[in-house]
């Protein structure tokens, strides 16, 4: 957990990141990014779009995330794969497609809109091998080693106890499995107007 925030700073940060995906499931995400989303994002992240044809429009619209996880190594017929901030769920609906009838895909959100609109996504694609679920990263509600893949996007500079989180990840990957993280990183210091600003984590 970050030293310097307060109970208080840590209630409002998650509550605010909850309440912008919120609005994200209820309008796309066009309107809340300063970066290319929808289909203009995935382009440029270089998604497999032939795999992604039968996707519905909302769910395309819905996609925020910050590269393409998928970019760092397949994902295999048959594997176990984990979606830890799953959004509207086109990660997880791609992996699923991946993974083959035999494989299987949890995605896992901290916003319960965004589940809402991922399992009603699930109901248009008629897949059989996914479930999401409202959970935490810091906290996942799986047994050790049940996963072959971890993949994430856009979502650990989001989550306030990076080493917990990262180490959840760990736990619930099978000895030799993979994870395949996609974020931003802050690669300088922040001016000195915007560091320090509790704002920065939810804007």
């Not at 919120?22 to 995935?42: D, K």
């Not at 590269?67 to 594997?79: A, E, K, T, V, W």
């Not at 319960?112 to 999401?132: C, H, P, R, W």
Request: charged residues 20%.
């Amino acid at each position: 957990m970050e030293s310097n925030l307060t109970e208080k700073d840590i209630t409002l940060i998650r509550e605010s990141i909850k309440s912008k995906y919120s609005q994200v499931a209820a309008a796309g995400a066009a309107s809340c990014f300063r970066y290319p989303t929808g289909l203009e994002g995935l382009k440029q992240q270089g998604y497999p779009l032939d795999l992604l044809r039968d996707f519905p429009a909302a769910l395309i619209d819905s996609f925020c995330g910050v590269g393409n996880p998928f970019s760092l190594g397949p994902i295999h017929p048959g594997d176990a794969v984990l979606d830890i901030g799953c959004g509207a769920g086109l990660d997880s609906l791609l992996a699923a497609k991946m993974a083959g009838p035999e494989g299987r895909v949890a995605g896992v959100d901290v916003t319960q809109a965004m589940i809402d609109k991922a399992k009603a996504n699930l109901s248009v694609l008629g897949l059989t091998n996914v479930t999401f679920q409202l959970a935490e990263a810091e906290s996942l509600p799986f047994p050790d080693n049940e996963f072959d893949a971890v993949i994430s996007n856009g979502v650990f500079n989001l989550t306030l106890d990076k080493e917990k989180a990262l180490l959840e990840a760990h736990r619930v990957l099978k000895p030799g499995g993979r994870l395949m993280l996609a974020d931003m990183v802050l690669v300088a210091e922040l001016p000195p107007d915007k560091a320090g600003k509790i704002e920065n984590w939810y804007q």
